[in-house]
């Protein structure tokens, strides 16, 4: 079965943060078997520590399609108390040691690839940017530090989410280099959430960077935003 984003687009990537993992348990418990064709060109980059590697559906998927010889993790077989914020710097390491011109990063815990990637550059360069995150209808944390002009015109999925995004790994790294330094310099630090540190480095990058609005690629599957009949996702 493929599965279709309300704007008519087959999902490529799926994301189910939060509780949507557990309550979409026997679906991505499906999903995760599928075979997947992957252009040779792309890495996978996914932060991940030992005891999160032995449920995380993305590396399960990755060492069944033979994958694992461009994946990506600075945090390889370490146990560690996981701090959210340093995921910033956590991914920056993880790029710099990635082969392939291109990446994708993806979280460990709760993304799945649905198809092939094999169209994913053509629907990439759609968006004329040089790096293209996850999409959502909300923000997270909810603090506006991202400020996008006119952006009721991005339709309802009009939010950055960190939790995914692609393209050119030097561009990546540039990018998360510039959060990470974002981060070290905020000396209050309140927001626990590498989220927050992403946005505000996006607010001073968006001629390069923005988010995949019309889910050409990525499709976030908030259990509290929509539901899918088997084909199409609808909005609660």
Same mark, same amino acid.
């Given at each position: 079965?493929?599965?279709?984003?309300?704007?008519?687009?087959?999902?490529?990537?799926?994301?189910?943060?939060?509780?949507?993992? @557990?309550?979409?348990?026997?679906?991505?418990?499906?999903?995760?078997?599928?075979?997947?064709?992957?252009?040779?060109?792309?890495?996978?980059?996914?932060?991940?520590?030992?005891?999160?590697?032995?449920?995380?559906?993305?590396?399960?998927?990755?060492?069944?399609?033979?994958?694992?010889?461009?994946?990506?993790?600075?945090?390889?077989?370490?146990?560690?108390?996981?701090?959210?914020?340093?995921?910033?710097?956590?991914?920056?390491?993880?790029?710099?040691?990635?082969?392939?011109?291109?990446?994708?990063?993806?979280?460990?815990?709760?993304?799945?690839?649905?198809?092939?990637?094999?169209?994913?550059?053509?629907?990439?360069?759609? @968006?004329?940017?040089?790096?293209?995150?996850?999409?959502?209808?909300?923000?997270?944390?909810?603090?506006?530090?991202?400020?996008?002009?006119?952006?009721?015109? @991005?339709?309802?999925?009009?939010?950055?989410?960190?939790?995914?995004?692609?393209?050119?790994?030097?561009?990546?790294?540039?990018?998360?280099?510039?959060?990470?330094?974002?981060?070290?310099?905020?000396?209050?630090?309140? @927001?626990?959430?590498?989220?927050?540190?992403?946005?505000?480095?996006?607010?001073?990058?968006?001629?390069?960077?923005?988010?995949?609005?019309?889910?050409?690629?990525?499709?976030?599957?908030?259990?509290?935003?929509?539901?899918?009949?088997?084909?199409?996702?609808?909005?609660?």
């Amino acid at each position: 079965m493929e599965y279709y984003s309300g704007s008519g687009n087959r999902i490529m990537i799926g994301h189910f943060p939060g509780q949507t993992k @557990y309550k979409e348990e026997a679906l991505i418990k499906e999903l995760k078997e599928r075979i997947i064709n992957v252009p040779e060109n792309i890495g996978f980059v996914t932060p991940i520590t030992k005891d999160q590697a032995k449920t995380s559906p993305l590396l399960y998927q990755i060492k069944k399609n033979n994958y694992e010889n461009r994946f990506y993790n600075s945090l390889s077989d370490r146990n560690m108390v996981w701090h959210s914020p340093m995921k910033v710097k956590y991914v920056l390491d993880s790029l710099l040691l990635c082969r392939e011109e291109y990446a994708l990063v993806l979280d460990g815990n709760d993304v799945v690839i649905l198809t092939d990637l094999t169209d994913i550059f053509d629907r990439f360069n759609s @968006y004329g940017k040089k790096i293209l995150y996850n999409a959502s209808i909300w923000m997270h944390p909810h603090v506006i530090v991202d400020n996008v002009k006119n952006r009721g015109q @991005y339709g309802q999925y009009c939010y950055l989410n960190a939790g995914c995004c692609f393209g050119k790994t030097a561009d990546l790294a540039d990018f998360y280099k510039y959060a990470y330094e974002s981060f070290i310099k905020d000396k209050r630090q309140e @927001y626990d959430s590498e989220q927050y540190y992403i946005r505000k480095a996006f607010d001073r990058r968006q001629g390069d960077v923005f988010f995949d609005y019309d889910c050409r690629i990525f499709q976030c599957w908030h259990k509290q935003e929509y539901k899918y009949d088997g084909n199409k996702c609808t909005l609660l």
